[in-house]
């Protein structure tokens, strides 16, 4: 038996279902907002990276409780010459509702008169992709996730992932200009929604960059995928996702690549995960590969990956 629970439901529900119906499957981990809430999924990159947290996660400040230290982080970046562009979000909103970009500090504080928010670092150097009816644009990248199991970590990826772009070529002004520095354009009226194939992208990406294989750049973001979920579950709940037994749980992990060097200095294409969602809308997965929901049925409630498309990465 599989019951489908809201979020709100779950935690009290788990332990009378563990007593009364223990051979009752759930679609969902109690605490899982630890990745799926935006302040919570900084403090777990912090478990990797220290305070400025995972390399593959923009820093982020919590606007209601960090905001001494953001305003301490951004003056010292203003007094080194950083750059200092910042997009404010709201900690459990998406579709790019209620954000916000601008190297304003006055700007970024008056934020917190609105809804809960948290402030992420710009990617200043993304990773642009040429469209050749447009020219070199922004765009990111959706990879489904299931997790199976949380002790022991079982995690897979989905093969085919999806992809977003912006309408409009990129460069560092005119924030007000949403199809120049978003890309979701889904529920955008009267915006052109870009659709690419990932068999499409792939070799397309390759020929603009020569140099980094899509083979290397996803073995990258797998090991982000990994470090992500390893840190959430490191700890006991309430802070690490819980460790029921009965759980499963289907994500979608948005991210973007921007530029950065390695220790030796050479150029690299680093992972930048920009949030996670649970139970995430999948109309394009089922128009396009009509066998998606069996494949996440099989791999999460039948442990049967046989000629399933997906990657055990945990």
Same mark, same amino acid.
């Given at each position: 038996?599989?019951?489908?629970?809201?979020?709100f439901?779950?935690?009290s529900?788990c332990?009378?279902l563990s007593?009364?119906?223990p051979?009752?499957?759930?679609?969902?981990?109690p605490?899982e907002?630890?990745?799926?809430?935006?302040?919570?999924l900084?403090?777990?990159?912090?478990?990797v990276?220290g305070t400025?947290?995972?390399?593959?996660?923009?820093?982020?400040f919590n606007?209601?409780t960090?905001?001494?230290?953001?305003?301490?982080?951004?003056?010292?970046?203003?007094?080194?010459?950083?750059?200092?562009h910042?997009?404010?979000?709201?900690?459990?909103?998406?579709?790019?509702?209620d954000?916000?970009?601008? $190297?304003?500090? $006055?700007?970024?504080?008056?934020?917190?008169?609105?809804?809960?928010k948290?402030?992420?670092?710009?990617?200043?150097?993304?990773?642009? %992709?040429?469209?050749?009816?447009?020219?070199?644009?922004?765009?990111?990248?959706r990879?489904?996730v299931?997790l199976r199991?949380v002790?022991?970590?079982?995690?897979?990826?989905?093969?085919?992932?999806?992809l977003? %772009?912006?309408?409009?070529?990129?460069?560092?002004?005119?924030f007000?200009?949403?199809?120049?520095?978003f890309?979701?354009?889904?529920?955008t009226?009267?915006?052109?929604?870009?659709?690419?194939?990932?068999?499409d992208?792939?070799?397309?990406?390759?020929?603009?960059?020569?140099?980094?294989?899509?083979?290397?750049v996803?073995?990258?973001?797998f090991q982000? %995928?990994?470090?992500?979920?390893q840190?959430?579950?490191?700890?006991?709940?309430?802070y690490?996702?819980c460790?029921?037994?009965?759980?499963?749980?289907?994500?979608?992990?948005?991210?973007?690549?921007k530029?950065?060097a390695?220790?030796e200095?050479?150029?690299?294409?680093?992972p930048?995960?920009?949030?996670?969602?649970?139970?995430?809308?999948?109309?394009?997965?089922?128009?396009?590969?009509p066998s998606?929901?069996?494949?996440?049925?099989?791999t999460?409630?039948?442990d049967?990956?046989?000629?399933?498309?997906?990657?055990?990465?945990?």
């Amino acid at each position: 038996h599989l019951t489908l629970l809201s979020p709100f439901l779950l935690t009290s529900c788990c332990r009378k279902l563990s007593e009364e119906r223990p051979h009752v499957l759930l679609n969902q981990f109690p605490c899982e907002t630890m990745v799926t809430v935006k302040d919570c999924l900084a403090s777990v990159a912090r478990r990797v990276g220290g305070t400025e947290g995972a390399k593959w996660l923009p820093r982020t400040f919590n606007l209601k409780t960090e905001l001494p230290q953001f305003i301490s982080h951004y003056q010292q970046n203003q007094e080194r010459g950083q750059d200092n562009h910042w997009i404010c979000k709201p900690w459990n909103l998406a579709r790019g509702l209620d954000t916000h970009i601008t $190297n304003n500090l $006055n700007y970024v504080i008056r934020q917190r008169e609105s809804t809960p928010k948290v402030v992420c670092k710009y990617l200043e150097k993304p990773v642009l %992709f040429e469209r050749q009816e447009v020219g070199p644009v922004k765009f990111d990248i959706r990879y489904i996730v299931l997790l199976r199991s949380v002790q022991p970590l079982q995690l897979y990826a989905y093969n085919v992932f999806w992809l977003r %772009f912006s309408n409009r070529p990129f460069s560092l002004d005119h924030f007000d200009d949403y199809q120049k520095h978003f890309t979701v354009m889904n529920y955008t009226e009267g915006a052109q929604l870009k659709q690419v194939h990932y068999d499409d992208f792939i070799p397309q990406f390759e020929k603009q960059y020569p140099e980094y294989p899509w083979k290397d750049v996803q073995e990258g973001l797998f090991q982000s %995928f990994a470090e992500l979920f390893q840190a959430a579950c490191s700890r006991p709940a309430p802070y690490g996702i819980c460790a029921y037994p009965a759980s499963r749980a289907v994500y979608a992990i948005d991210l973007m690549l921007k530029w950065d060097a390695n220790a030796e200095g050479e150029r690299i294409m680093q992972p930048q995960i920009l949030e996670v969602n649970f139970s995430p809308d999948c109309a394009r997965a089922c128009k396009y590969h009509p066998s998606f929901y069996d494949d996440v049925f099989r791999t999460l409630f039948l442990d049967d990956t046989q000629g399933c498309p997906v990657t055990r990465i945990v």
